[in-house]
């Protein structure tokens, strides 16, 4: 897994590519707190190039979902893979979490 991160007008847009998984999310939750814990209150996650995403990876973005309500900020999953967006739609987490089709869609409900 590589993760891109870069910060766009105050949003963090964290470009996920590869497996999101029980190997690889502990990092990807690190690397996302550790801007929470620098102040940031908006995040992007730009999964474009996510081929597999695991429930540790689903565990990752719920819990950083339900930090975020509790501080008042905001977080939009934007250009999701097919087959990653439907374990999404399975799992029933499509209505709770702010899924876009791009990323500018993303820039404009964060």
Do not use: P, W
């Amino acid at each position: 897994m590589e993760i891109f991160q870069e910060n766009n007008n105050g949003v963090e847009i964290f470009s996920v590519k590869g497996s999101l998984d029980s190997n690889t999310s502990s990092e990807f939750e690190t690397r996302v707190y550790a801007a929470l814990e620098n102040g940031q209150r908006k995040l992007i996650f730009n999964l474009e190039d996510l081929d597999y995403i695991s429930s540790a990876g689903i565990r990752v973005m719920l819990k950083t979902t339900k930090d975020l309500k509790r501080m008042e900020g905001n977080i939009v999953l934007c250009t999701l893979q097919d087959y990653v967006r439907e374990v999404f739609d399975i799992a029933g987490f499509d209505g709770y979490l702010n899924i876009e089709n791009n990323i500018t869609a993303a820039m404009d409900n964060v």
